[in-house]
């Protein structure tokens, strides 16, 4: 298994512009896991969903952040618009349930809004 | 509000000495516990888990939990200087709950 796949690993944008960070969860996983990381805040969840429906979105920054999963082997986080404090690195996790409780994560989205 | 409690560190302790990292939690009813590894610039990877007081041992890693003291603790026996990285511990809550919460983590530095 190639494990969680996140694309782009970077990604710079400019303030206002819309930015679409994309994830592929391990197969057969029935969490997923967005996260994002900065210095100040550490690793913050912001939604998870569980066989594709969005259990806890309560993380969720504000509105101009958004989710969606639209089948098992596909999520998108988005960020319309975009300001220069979304910047930070965004994380993919998924976990499944049966005799294994550990969350696998990708290799992250750096983002910088300028 | 849950939350997970560590010393940002840095640590830094010589080649081949015992590395100690603490986590606190507030929430008690959490039931899992987990050790996280993340160098600098990667992803945080698993290297312990722990779900009932008392230690567990995985080579040179042992994690300790005390739920009644809402503690746990990760030790390096032997410190590498690959063991260098940011160690951060995260926690479940109740039974069925799959939501990690992670503290900050801890950076530690293994001098050669």
């Known amino acids: 298994d190639a494990g969680v796949i996140q694309s782009p690993r970077h990604e710079v944008t400019e303030m206002g512009q819309e930015v679409t960070l994309r994830c592929k969860p391990i197969s057969g996983h029935d969490y997923l896991f967005w996260y994002r990381q900065t210095m100040m805040r550490g690793l913050e969840l912001l939604i998870y969903?569980?066989?594709?429906?969005?259990?806890?979105d309560s993380g969720m920054p504000e509105d101009r952040f958004s989710a969606k999963m639209p089948n098992a082997s596909f999520s998108t986080l988005k960020i319309q618009p975009s300001e220069p404090r979304d910047s930070a690195v965004y994380f993919c996790?998924?976990?499944?349930?049966?005799?294994?409780?550990?969350?696998?994560f990708g290799q992250g989205t750096r983002l910088t809004v300028v | 509000q849950k939350e997970v409690e560590q010393n940002s560190g840095p640590l830094s302790v010589p080649e081949g000495a015992i590395a100690s990292l603490n986590c606190t939690y507030s929430?008690?009813?959490?039931?899992?516990f987990f050790w996280y590894r993340q160098y600098s610039g990667k992803s945080p990877e698993l290297i312990m888990s722990?779900?009932?007081?008392g230690d567990k041992e995985d080579g040179r890693f042992t994690a300790q939990l005390n739920k009644a003291s809402q503690y746990v603790s990760l030790l390096i026996r032997d410190s590498q200087p690959s063991d260098s990285a940011t160690y951060l511990c995260?926690?479940?809550?109740?039974?069925?709950?799959?939501?990690?919460?992670f503290g900050k983590g801890t950076k530690l530095s293994v001098i050669p």
């Open positions: 996790a998924s976990r499944g349930i049966q005799g294994v409780t550990e969350a696998f």
């Open positions: 722990i779900y009932s007081n």
């Open positions: 995260a926690v479940t809550g109740r039974a069925g709950s799959y939501q990690l919460t």
């Open positions: 929430d008690r009813v959490s039931q899992s």
């Open positions: 969903f569980n066989n594709n429906v969005p259990i806890d």
